[in-house]
């Protein structure tokens, strides 16, 4: 499906130059003189390649539609993943860097989407939020308001966040998993 330069939105799928791109972000620009355009930073699904291109009006891209499937983690195998689809048992192996910064947070048997080209998986699609330990938190130092200061904290999965003053060791939290940063207490 063919669609506009300034109708390009991050999360979009884009065929561009023979590769397949995720669009992450987008700076619509109106300049004084000449026409408006999109600025658009893209990595490249299959190699891991980021650029950054410049899309007018005129201008139109193939977006592409992905096919997605349900999968479960299983474990891991040195640098490889090892996940089984939930339809048929079978199982696929992916490089852990397809993943990227949200590897730390994938858990044995945590559900996935696979978003597949061609039948080849492209990426990895982890649950938006997860529960998480924290296992070391600053102390809170007396005199700090708490209206907006939040401290470091290390989770039992090795990555630091900033949590509010109230967390501390031991806590069960829910993090946002793309973003990295706390959401609230676990229920």
């Known amino acids: 499906m063919k669609i506009s330069g300034v109708d390009i939105r991050p999360g979009n799928i884009l065929e561009y130059e023979g590769g397949i ?3 992450s972000k987008i700076q619509a620009t109106q300049p004084g003189k000449g026409g408006a355009y999109m600025q658009v930073e893209m990595k490249n699904l299959q190699d891991g390649r980021k650029t950054n291109v410049r ?6 891209v193939e977006k592409v539609r992905l096919d997605t499937k349900d999968y479960q983690f299983l474990y891991e195998d ?4 090892v996940f089984m689809d939930q339809d048929t048992y079978e199982q696929i192996t992916l ?8 590897r730390a947070f994938l858990q044995d048997g945590m559900q996935v989407k696979l978003e597949l080209w061609d039948e080849k998986p492209i990426s990895v699609e982890l649950p938006t939020t997860v529960e998480a330990m924290i296992v070391e938190a600053d102390a809170v130092v007396k005199g700090q308001t708490a209206s907006s200061s939040y401290k470091p904290a290390i989770l039992d999965n090795g990555v630091r966040i900033m949590v509010p003053p109230h967390i501390g060791a031991g806590t ?12 609230g207490k676990a229920g």
């Open 172 to 183: 069960r939290i829910v993090v946002d998993v793309y973003e990295q940063a706390y959401v």
């Open 95 to 102: 490089p852990s860097d397809l993943l990227g910064d949200a």
């Open 55 to 60: 899309f007018r009006s005129a201008d139109t």
């Open 21 to 23: 791109w995720k669009v």
């Open 78 to 81: 040195g640098e490889m993943l």
